[in-house]
């Protein structure tokens, strides 16, 4: 290809050999020399022959010059008996396919600007390829979409090697659109069975890029009064799959059940727990698929538990799921590092639900207020003062459990007969236990946390304390809330004031030491 010196010459080149092959059929071998600069080393030279080939196949496409079939081999046309304008368009198909093979490399370019232009470039051929197909309908009124096309997209995004999420998300925008968004899902199942077959290992990388992928897609709550398709149609029909919310949920489900069903990272798993309840679960066609793996994970222990907590009081609550071991499993998970967690929040909210029936034993929620008051010894304030709060509420609901902290006829105790290294809660004797730590707390070098122990002390009122405002309370929230309090002008230290830094010359400390 011929070159021009100076800022823009290849661009100028290119733009010639464009109209040239736009204008005329006999410089068609121009497009080898369009294609070759998408090889160039200068990223901006790229830059420039992606939107030539982005204008160039854009407009072929529009206006039908490229071969519509299966595509048959370029050599065997070439020397076969076909008319001119048949060869040219079985030809042109044919640099299209190579071009949008190199456009499928590009992402994986150094330059994120090369990047996100070819994948730009890609979604148009999508969009325009949808528009005018190069395959023929089976039957009238068949919906067609260029699926092999966008399939090499989104293995080009789902790299093995490369930390994609910044291009991933330029992926966003299209999702909001009804048939990308249903394609999507299809084109990651298959991406995943391919990489994963015969693989004993898979790149970490790889599901990372899967999984910012899969959590990028959304669906709707209910289905909308006409789909938004990104390819365009002259008359779309309501027997279309893609056109239904219906489907779209059970291909959502099919991509999470496939990404799932992998042995993953424990980072990975977290972050698949942490989004679980919220924008899993309410999309999928059937929710109770999703009991095993969210039961497996609540026997991990752990950081992973706490998380599945989420999912499983869905399945629990609106879906009926039976766990024998499920209060037994939550109270094995009262443990010191729970004050300190992240999900510390997540954890006591739904602890606060699952302990709120009233048809609980009594021997079941005294077993919970003991462990809780035992760990409140060492917890930290900001800890204390929410969980103090959640402890009383336990002795409100449940007035059998009173005897905890008044036993007007009950037996002097030599020993706290509660065993706090009973895992199982109806074995624990808490019942017979006191919560004698609740009293020890009321001496807390903190004075909120002394009040708030101190309300055991008188009758219990009916209305809970709520404890909304407590679940995130931070030490610097605390801190910065004793620093506001208002205290008297003039604090007494000491009746007589002290003389020097030695004290009074009668003190001791001064008789035997000096400065000098």
């Known amino acids: 290809m011929e070159r021009d010196r100076g800022p823009g010459g290849a661009g ?29 080393e200068d990223p901006e030279e790229i830059q420039e022959a992606v939107r030539i080939c982005s204008r160039l196949f854009g407009a072929l496409l529009e206006r039908g010059e490229l071969f519509v079939g299966r595509l048959p081999s370029e050599e065997a046309v070439m020397t076969g ?56 309908p089976k039957w009238e009124g068949n919906y067609l979409f260029p699926r092999e096309l966008f399939k090499l997209v989104m293995e080009g995004l789902l790299s093995l090697e490369e930390d994609r999420t910044l291009l ?50 959304s669906l709707p709550r209910q289905e909308g009064s006409t789909p938004s398709f990104y390819v365009k149609h002259t008359e779309p029909s309501d027997k279309w799959k893609v056109a239904h919310l219906k489907e779209h949920r059970k291909a959502f489900q099919l991509m999470w059940l496939s990404f799932l069903k992998h042995k993953l990272p424990v980072s990975l798993y977290k972050k698949v727990l942490v989004i679980m309840h919220d924008s899993i679960l309410p999309h999928l066609a059937q929710p109770t698929l999703m009991m095993d793996f969210l039961t497996s994970a609540y026997d991990i222990g752990g950081a992973i538990s706490l998380l599945a907590l989420n999912g499983l009081f869905i399945l629990i609550h609106k879906h009926n799921l039976e766990y024998p071991d499920f209060y037994r499993k939550l109270y094995s998970l009262l443990e010191p590092s729970v004050f300190h967690v992240k ?27 003991k462990r809780l008051s035992r760990l409140a010894l060492t917890a930290p304030p900001e800890a204390l003062l929410m969980v103090l709060p959640f ?24 020993a706290d007969p509660y065993d706090p290294g009973e895992q199982d809660p109806a074995r624990s004797c808490a019942l017979d236990s006191s919560l004698w730590e609740l009293q020890a707390l009321q001496k807390h070098y903190h004075p909120e946390v002394s009040k708030a122990a101190s309300v055991i002390n008188q009758a219990l009122c009916v209305p809970e304390a709520s404890i909304a405002s407590l679940l995130e309370l931070t030490p610097y929230e605390v801190f910065e809330r004793d620093l506001k309090k208002k205290v008297p002008e003039q604090v007494p230290l000491e009746f007589i004031p002290a003389v020097g830094l030695l004290g009074r010359q009668e003190d001791l400390c001064a008789q035997y030491f000096s400065l000098s």
């Not at 464009?18 to 071998?29: D, I, K, P, Q, T």
């Not at 232009?117 to 999508?126: I, N, R, Y």
């Not at 059998?400 to 009950?410: E, F, I, S």
């Open 343 to 369: 999900y510390r929040a997540r954890f006591f909210h739904l602890a606060d639900l699952f302990l709120s029936s009233s048809h609980l034993p009594a021997y079941l929620v005294a077993a919970f207020a």
């Open 81 to 136: 008996s076909q008319g001119a304008t048949h060869k040219y368009k079985v030809w042109m198909r044919h640099r299209y396919h190579s071009c949008c093979n190199r456009l499928g490399e590009l992402l994986a370019h150094p330059s994120f600007q090369v990047k996100e232009l070819a994948l730009g470039t890609l979604m148009k051929f999508v969009q325009l390829e949808g528009s005018h197909p190069l395959e023929k």
């Open 391 to 414: 402890i009383c509420n336990l002795l409100r609901r449940h007035p059998a459990c009173r005897v905890l902290v008044h036993r007007p006829q009950g037996p002097e105790l030599d």
């Open 168 to 217: 991933l998300s330029q992926l966003q925008e299209y999702l909001e659109y009804d048939d990308i968004r249903y394609h999507t899902m299809q084109a990651a199942v298959g991406v995943m069975a391919r990489v994963t077959d015969g693989q004993a290992e898979v790149p970490l990388t790889f599901w990372n890029n899967a999984f910012t992928l899969l959590s990028a897609v």
């Open 12 to 40: 100028r080149v290119l733009g010639r050999l464009l109209e040239a092959v736009l204008a005329s059929r006999g410089e068609a071998n121009a497009v080898f020399d369009i294609l070759a600069a998408l090889q160039s």
